[in-house]
């Protein structure tokens, strides 16, 4: 029976999605493109690219280069990350503050992103950031699989895709308007809760948990 107790009362664990709902990836992920244009001598627009961020490199990558380079081309790409993209990203308002509440509230705060999971350290580290577990290459339906094995009973995220893997995985969805889709696409796609940004978080979540016990 002591077994029991502990599982009904264990402690939520968190899942967010990393770029554009924790960090802001686009100034790092556009000069990334850039130096990546100028080495292969592809035109890339840099600009549009960052607009769409979320789904992995080669869904991007496809609208510049030959099927058959793509993997090559990525590679080169999560190469030069480090160097490029690292340095010149920051966290989100809010990000810092959000992985905290989860602790302070007795939870575990992991990242399930799309992004190569060693750049993903990276940005994290960089910017002192502790999450529990991260977890990479990861998209849409397939971040069900981390979020399961994790136990997460929440998702935040800020694309229909991180809607849809919350979804699957069967935990509560939380939407931040802070990437490529607004909060009327995420509320159609089937967010249970849609933020402005993660400052937002901490107060949405200390309402959230007495409910949920």
Same mark, same amino acid.
């Given at each position: 029976m002591a077994h029991m107790a502990s599982t009904t009362? +264990?402690?939520?664990?968190?899942?967010? *999605?990393? *770029?554009?709902?924790?960090? *802001?990836? /686009?100034?790092?992920? +556009?000069?990334?493109?850039? &130096?990546?244009s100028e080495r292969t001598g592809t035109y890339i627009d840099a600009d549009? !690219?960052? $607009?769409?961020?979320?789904?992995?490199? &080669?869904?991007?990558?496809?609208?510049?280069?030959? !099927?058959d380079e793509v993997a090559t081309v990525a590679d080169v790409? /999560?190469?030069?990350?480090? $160097?490029?993209?690292?340095?010149? $990203?920051?966290?989100?308002?809010g990000a810092r503050e959000a992985i905290a509440a989860v602790r302070e509230a007795g939870g575990r705060a992991i990242v399930v992103t799309a992004k190569y999971e060693p750049n !993903?350290?990276?940005?994290?580290?960089h910017l002192g950031i502790e999450p529990d577990a991260v977890i990479g290459d990861l998209w849409a339906e397939q971040k069900a699989e981390a979020l399961r094995e994790h136990d997460a009973g929440v998702y935040v995220g800020d694309h229909v895709g991180d809607v849809r893997g919350a979804r699957v995985a069967g935990a509560l969805s939380v939407a931040v308007a802070t990437g490529p889709c607004p909060e009327?696409?995420? /509320?159609? &796609?089937g967010a249970d809760v849609v933020l402005t940004d993660l400052t937002e978080f901490p107060g949405w979540l200390s309402d959230y948990r007495p409910a949920r016990a």
């Open positions: 009362s +264990r402690a939520l664990t968190v899942g967010f *999605d990393l *770029d554009m709902t924790l960090i *802001d990836s /686009r100034p790092g992920i +556009r000069a990334c493109y850039q &130096a990546l549009l !690219a960052v $607009t769409r961020l979320g789904p992995p490199l &080669a869904e991007e990558l496809i609208n510049w280069f030959p !099927a790409y /999560r190469e030069i990350y480090p $160097t490029i993209a690292i340095a010149e $990203t920051p966290a989100l308002p !993903a350290k990276l940005h994290l580290a009327e696409e995420l /509320r159609a &796609a």
